[in-house]
Every structure is written in structure tokens, then in C-alpha cells.
């Protein structure tokens, strides 16, 4: 069953800097939220346990704790520790687990993804050029999807190396964004040449 976690959200959404987070809002943990909630039912495991817990616990917090959530330290350890978890869902997810098709997940993932570019465009980025570019990439991916009919099985196999194509950029969008605004921690220059490693990917992807 998905977690109720209107409280959460609630307070979240009021919050325009986290603690620890200084490139990320309120908003953008929130997108992040309701996509793991929207995954996690089309879910036929129970992997997803421990993130789910802990939006539990998060939600809990928030509506019996402190009301300066700067100052709880107990919903500030949650939120840094859900943060590190939900890393694993800016990747596209394995379909053998979920009721959804390739190209659903892809599609959901993508979806997923422009919704964080919407809360990030605002932020101050030294990427700004590349995340404008892997906007166009993510709208383009969209479209071509909603053009294959995901209810014939036989789409998937005559589209298998266009999908994995589109599933690897997407992987290295996910990653940017991750690496980007959800870090937690000091950058340094070895992230600043991790993010450029994979920006070099996302452009190179389109030469080839």
C-alpha cells in the first residue's frame, strides 16, 4: 500500500533550502517522492521496502515532531538518509520487476526526469547550457515513445537497440541530475569532473 505522506509534502513544499542540501528545495524532493510512490505500486516485489519506510517515518515526523524541521535533527537524519536511497531511481528501472513494459518505464522514467528539470531550471548551475540540452533530449525521447504502440509485445523487439539507446542516455541524465542536486556533502573537483564525464556522454550521444 503507498504511504500517505501528505504531511511530507506539506511542509516540504514551504522549504526553498535544505540543511546540507544547498542546490536542492523542497519542491524537487517532493517530485522525487510522489515518482517512488507512483513506481513502487506497479511494483510485484518488495524492494523498494526501506525508501518507502522511510517516507513513512519522514511523514511521521513532520506531523507529531518539531515544527522547525531546520532544528530536528531526527527528520534531518531521515531526509539525508532518504536522499542517499532514492539515488537508485534516477536509473531506468527493470521491467522484470514491475507490471510495466519497456517502454511504460522508460516513459515514466522520463516523465520523472522533466519534472526535476522543471524545479531545477531556477537553480544556479554551472550546466546551465547542458541541462537546457538534455531538456530538448528528454522531450524528444517522449515523443517518440507515445508514437510506439506499448500494448503490442512486437514494438518492443523491433525498437530493442533504439529503446537501450534511449535508456542509456537517460541513465546519464538520471545521474547528472542526482550528481548534481541531491549530493549530499562537500563538492569537490573530483564531482566536478564526474558531472563533466557525464555531460560528455549526453552530447556525444547525439554525434553519434
Known amino acids: 500500500m503507498a504511504p500517505q505522506i501528505y504531511h511530507l509534502t506539506k511542509a516540504l513544499k514551504s522549504k526553498h533550502f535544505i540543511p546540507g542540501m544547498p542546490d536542492c528545495d523542497g519542491d524537487i524532493i517532493v517530485t522525487v517522492c510522489h515518482y517512488i510512490i507512483k513506481l513502487c505500486s506497479s511494483r510485484q516485489d518488495q524492494q523498494d521496502g526501506k525508501v518507502i519506510s522511510l517516507l513513512k517515518q519522514l511523514n511521521f515526523e513532520v506531523k507529531n515532531g518539531s515544527t522547525d524541521l531546520d532544528e530536528d535533527q531526527s527528520f534531518m537524519m531521515l531526509l539525508r538518509s532518504f536522499v542517499r536511497e532514492v539515488k537508485v531511481f534516477f536509473k531506468v528501472p527493470n521491467s522484470k520487476s514491475t507490471t510495466l513494459n519497456q517502454i511504460e518505464l522508460l516513459a515514466a522514467f522520463i516523465d520523472f526526469l522533466l519534472e526535476i528539470y522543471d524545479g531545477i531550471r531556477y537553480l544556479p548551475s554551472i550546466h546551465k547550457d547542458s541541462l537546457e540540452f538534455c531538456q530538448t533530449e528528454l522531450k524528444f525521447f517522449i515523443t517518440f515513445l507515445g508514437d510506439k504502440p506499448a500494448s503490442q509485445p512486437t514494438s518492443l523487439d523491433e525498437n530493442k537497440?533504439?529503446?537501450?539507446?534511449?535508456?542509456a542516455v537517460a541513465n546519464d541524465i538520471g545521474s547528472l541530475f542526482y550528481l548534481s542536486y541531491f549530493y549530499i556533502g562537500e563538492k569537490d573537483r573530483k564531482q566536478?569532473?564526474?558531472q563533466g564525464l557525464i555531460i560528455a556522454d549526453i552530447l556525444g550521444s547525439r554525434k553519434g
Open 161 to 167: 537497440n533504439v529503446l537501450t539507446d534511449i535508456e
Open 192 to 194: 566536478d569532473n564526474r
